[in-house]
């Protein structure tokens, strides 16, 4: 068990590294020897768990993935708000949801080790079906076409956030940017019940963190 616990730690050391390296230099200028020596690992420990650069950056996407939170909600609608709004929250933030960001936009790279929108777009369109079954999107709302347009909403948002603000502002922004497209798709009933506050991504984040720390404790 400590073994395991061991190389989950190196694992997400590297990572964290990977990310930071990532989001300072881009994928192209990104080296191993840095990202070894801000990691503090051997390049033994580094390969045993990525086997190339590529296989890194790849690392980086999926974290930032599974890394966010938001909490099951009684509106669909709401979670998917949540994951939208920490997500804003995080990028700023966490250097693992940054490099993400930074990754999935390099045009070159994507071709060599993808990126999160896909992801991401799955993950909106299942909100948005789950949503839409149980009547909180008008009839006419298509989700998975819904998930595209706000991905590229969002990206576009985030993208005007960094040249003004260095994404200081982007939650404020994304808050914006649902407060357009929700009137367009969800139904008054739910509309009227949805929380887009600029300050949603801190609050859902901080209520993820204590529910981990609920649950380590019974653990």
Same mark, same amino acid.
């Given at each position: 068990?400590?073994?395991?616990?061991?190389?989950?730690?190196?694992?997400?050391? %590297?990572?964290?590294? $990977?990310?930071?390296?990532?989001?300072?230099?881009?994928?192209?200028?990104?080296?191993?020897?840095?990202?070894?020596?801000?990691? /503090?690992?051997?390049?033994?420990?580094?390969?045993?768990?990525?086997?190339?650069?590529? $296989?890194?950056?790849? /690392? %980086?996407?999926?974290?930032?993935?599974?890394?966010?939170? &938001?909490?099951?909600?009684?509106?669909?609608?709401?979670?998917?708000?949540?994951? /939208?709004?920490?997500? +804003?929250?995080?990028?700023?933030? =966490? @250097?693992?949801?940054?490099?993400?960001?930074?990754?999935?936009?390099?045009?070159?790279?994507?071709?060599?080790?993808?990126? +999160?929108?896909?992801? &991401?777009?799955?993950?909106?369109?299942?909100?948005?079906?789950? $949503?839409?079954?149980?009547?909180?999107?008008?009839?006419? #709302? @298509?989700?998975?076409?819904? $998930?595209?347009?706000?991905?590229?909403? &969002? %990206? /576009?948002?985030?993208?005007?956030?960094?040249? *003004?603000?260095?994404?200081?502002?982007?939650?404020?922004?994304?808050?914006?940017?649902?407060?357009?497209?929700?009137? +367009?798709?969800?139904?008054?009933?739910?509309?009227?019940?949805?929380?887009?506050?600029?300050?949603?991504?801190?609050? %859902?984040?901080?209520? *993820?963190?204590?529910?981990?720390?609920? #649950? *380590?404790? =019974?653990?």
């Amino acid at each position: 068990m400590a073994r395991q616990e061991r190389a989950v730690r190196t694992r997400r050391a %590297v990572i964290q590294a $990977a990310a930071q390296v990532f989001a300072e230099r881009g994928y192209a200028a990104a080296t191993i020897a840095e990202i070894l020596d801000r990691a /503090g690992v051997t390049k033994g420990a580094l390969y045993f768990h990525f086997d190339s650069k590529e $296989a890194l950056a790849r /690392g %980086v996407i999926e974290a930032q993935i599974s890394d966010s939170r &938001w909490m099951p909600r009684e509106l669909k609608l709401q979670e998917w708000v949540d994951v /939208g709004m920490a997500l +804003a929250y995080q990028i700023p933030r =966490d @250097v693992v949801f940054l490099a993400g960001i930074r990754l999935s936009a390099d045009l070159q790279g994507r071709r060599m080790f993808g990126s +999160a929108w896909p992801a &991401w777009i799955e993950l909106s369109t299942r909100l948005l079906a789950e $949503a839409k079954e149980r009547g909180e999107v008008l009839p006419h #709302v @298509v989700p998975t076409e819904t $998930a595209e347009c706000f991905l590229g909403a &969002w %990206v /576009g948002t985030q993208m005007i956030s960094e040249a *003004a603000t260095n994404w200081s502002d982007l939650s404020d922004r994304v808050s914006v940017l649902f407060n357009h497209m929700l009137p +367009a798709i969800a139904t008054p009933a739910a509309l009227i019940r949805l929380d887009t506050a600029p300050d949603r991504g801190a609050r %859902v984040i901080e209520e *993820a963190q204590r529910a981990d720390a609920l #649950v *380590a404790v =019974d653990s």
